[in-house]
Nanobody, 119 residues
Framework: QVQLVESGGGLVQAGGSLRLSCAASGRTFSSHNVGWFRQTPGNEREFVARISWSGAITYYADSVKGRFTISRVNANNTVYLQMNSLKPEDTAVYTC????????????WGQGTQVTVSS
């Protein structure tokens, strides 16, 4: 069992930066792949980025490539999402999720943290 708690959201002006954290409980977290997703009211959840269990492999949505960086520190059971050059269209609730190395389904989800980018 893995429990996830996001933090770091807030209000920022366009062009600014935020760093989101996804803190996990559970001794097996280091063996899980982790993804960040975002959602705005009335829209489907959108994939943002993901990182492999070791941190060696990362993948980004085209909309955030070059601006966002996902990383992890397994010793701290934490995954980060560094968001730079933020745009108003990045405004959303950001949620992290975890899946086992052999699964394609994200089984564990956090509650989300609000990111608001003002123009």
């Amino acid at each position: 069992q893995v429990q996830l708690v996001e933090s770091g959201g807030g209000l920022v002006q366009a062009g600014g930066s935020l760093r989101l954290s996804c803190a996990a409980s559970g001794r097996t977290f280091s063996s899980h792949n982790v993804g960040w997703f975002r959602q705005t009211p009335g829209n489907e959840r959108e994939f943002v980025a993901r990182i492999s269990w070791s941190g060696a492999i990362t993948y980004y949505a085209d909309s955030v490539k070059g601006r966002f960086t996902i990383s992890r520190v397994n010793a701290n059971n934490t995954v980060y999402l560094q968001m730079n050059s933020l745009k108003p269209e990045d405004t959303a609730v950001y949620t992290c999720a975890a899946r086992t190395r052999l699964s394609s389904e994200y089984l564990y989800w956090g509650q989300g943290t609000q990111v608001t980018v003002s123009s």
